[in-house]
Each structure stands twice: as C-alpha cells, then as structure tokens.
C-alpha cells in the first residue's frame, strides 16, 4: 500500500514564528486532506488539497501531486496552534485515507 | 446533525465483554469509515462502507471485530470478547458522495474504549 512520511515529528516553536510541515508519499493519489487533531483528540478539517494551493487566515497548503508531496504552512503562530498535524491521502480505488504519523507541535508563549 | 456523531464518548468494559459503538453520518453522506487510535499513535484504518457496495474489510484487526451499517446511514462497531490491547480510541469518519472529485472526510469526535 502507499507509504506517507511526515515530518518533521516533533516541532517547538516560540508564539509567532513561522513553520513548514511536509508530508511525501510514495504513489499517486486524488485525495490529500490535512488535519489538526487539538488536546481533547478531535481532528480538525484543515484542507482538503490533492493538487495546487489553498489559504486560510495564517494557514496554507500546497500539494505537487506530480512530485508526490505537500507542505503546510503555519504563519505567526499561536499556542491554539498546538497538538498533532495529520496528512492523510486516498488513491484511486481505494477512498479509505491512509495516515501519516503526524508532526506534534508545541507553541510556546 | 451537522457533523458526524458518535456515542458513548466513554466506555470502560471489562475483559472479555463484548461492546457496541455507533457512529451517525452526516446526512447525505454515502461513505463511511472507522479508525482507531492507540494512546500516542496514528490513525489505523479498520473498515469502510460505500453505498451499497460490499465494504473494505481489510483493516479489521482480527474476527472479534465486526461492523455493519444499516440502511446506509447508521453504523456500529462491535467488539468481541474484549482484550486490554483494544483499548484506543475509536473514530468514524464520513465523505460524501464522488461529485466533481471532492472526497474530503470529516470524523466525529471518536469514543474513547478502555479494557479493564
């Protein structure tokens, strides 16, 4: 099945810097979706992103399906910004999404 | 309702009973999928339902877990003779139909299972 790496694992940030998190994976895919899973375990719809570039607020996405990656960006950053960020994909065939392991990031004041 | 619904949100069951967790769609919705999440861990797909079409058994961890959905809205999934390597936390997610591609999924806030 299709490998997806995320990374980097862990990410300490003081509030206001800015963050790139990167997710590869290994195969083709027509669905990318990133999520924000906060302290209380629910997961957050960030994007959903297979191909091109979104924004919203301090947060964009950009997905080179052609390269198989995807990058997230996070801009100023906040502690509400803390807790794990998910990249999950769906091949053609298969809808159910395969999960990377999630970069945690802790903000700190 | 809005979003996807699943109960209880807490459930705490001794070895070896068996238990039932259901998951409501978003209405609308034809696809839907369970998940589980051990404590610090990623999320490991069980099963996933489409319509009517037979579902995606292959994540199943073994025969003591089963799920059905009836009328292709509800879904529950049930754990047989429960082992305290089942305790995670179990999620359910649903898309909506393909129209124009977007498959985006959307989970509800997952039931919490501990095997005592």
Redesign the interface.
Same mark, same amino acid.
């Given at each position: 099945g299709i490998q997806v790496e995320q990374s980097p694992p862990d990410l300490i940030l003081q509030e206001g810097a800015n963050s790139t998190l990167r997710c590869n994976f290994s195969d083709s895919v027509?669905?990318l979706?990133w999520?924000h899973q906060n302290p209380?375990?629910?997961?957050i719809?960030l994007f959903?992103i297979?191909s091109g570039t979104k924004q919203n607020g301090r947060l964009s996405a950009t997905t080179v399906a052609t390269e198989r990656y995807s990058l997230l960006y996070i801009s100023s950053s906040q502690t509400t910004d803390s807790g794990v960020y998910?990249c999950?994909v769906?091949v053609p065939g298969?809808?159910?999404?395969?999960?990377?392991?999630?970069t945690r990031l802790q903000v700190q004041p | 309702g809005a979003g996807v619904s699943q109960s209880p949100s807490n459930k705490v069951t001794e070895k070896g009973k068996d238990v039932e967790l259901r998951c409501d769609p978003i209405s609308g919705h034809t696809?839907l999928?369970w998940?589980r999440?051990s404590l610090g861990?990623?999320?490991e797909?069980l099963i996933?339902f489409?319509g009517n079409s037979a579902p995606?058994k292959s =994540?199943l961890p073994s025969d003591r877990f089963s799920a059905e959905r009836t009328g292709g809205s509800v879904s529950t999934l049930t754990i047989q003779r429960t082992q305290q390597e089942d305790s995670a936390?179990y999620?359910c997610?649903s898309?909506p139909p393909r129209v124009g591609?977007?498959?985006?999924?959307?989970?509800g806030? =997952?039931t919490?299972l501990t095997v005592v």
């Open positions: 027509n669905n979706q999520f209380w375990g629910q997961l719809n959903y297979p998910f999950a769906g298969r809808r159910a999404l395969t999960f990377g392991s999630g | 696809a999928y998940y999440q861990q990623g999320l797909f996933y489409q995606d =994540g936390v999620l997610a898309s591609g977007n498959t985006e999924a959307f989970f806030q =997952g919490r």
